[in-house]
């Protein structure tokens, strides 16, 4: 989009937007280093969900304003985008939370089709049936997330991300259980 947008009139926010990369690379390291300090999946996530309310706060103030651009506009796109670093580094240390990446539908897709394929080229497994449920998991919420995202979004703008964030803080802080490796899902 940027290639897109220089050659065809680029406006100075164009060139702000470019902060969103060293931002995000900021967000992964610094939730690289406070992991290797205390290994806390829960108070990662936790973050997540404060750095979303904020900008949805944000959102909000701004939208009522009409203010569609500046330093506190950009400010608040960059919180986004510092959560999504900080969510993208939490689902590759603690993959196994969310029964594989939560950032990367794509490969979602293409493990969910393998796992199918996988079901029903040989014999029928209840280890194989397991990892079906998983893909379906991640790719039904994916797909009720866009949809409600898009509904969403399209009436209230970037004020709705306050939903994710709230619930994110709330899922961290009354529902989360560590759960280990194995397929069976053991939670303590």
Known sequence: ????????HPTLSDFINLLSFPVFILA??????????????????????????????????LTQQGIQSGFLYHTMLMLFVFSMGIQNTVNRLYGSSAFGPTTVM????????????NYFSGPHTAEKLLLI??????LTGFLVGCILGALISSRYGLV?????????VIYYTVFFKKCTKDLNQICY
């Open 28 to 61: 992964v390291l610094l939730t690289g280093k406070m992991n290797s300090f205390y290994k806390n999946e829960k108070g990662l996530s936790v973050f997540i969900g404060i750095f979303l309310f904020v900008a949805g706060i944000m959102a909000y103030f």
């Open 1 to 8: 989009m940027f290639a897109y947008k220089l050659a065809n």
């Open 160 to 168: 709705s991300m306050l939903i994710p964030g709230i619930i994110i």
């Open 106 to 117: 794509t490969g979602n897709v293409t493990k969910a089709t393998l796992d199918l394929f």
């Open 133 to 138: 449920r998983r893909s379906l998991v991640l």
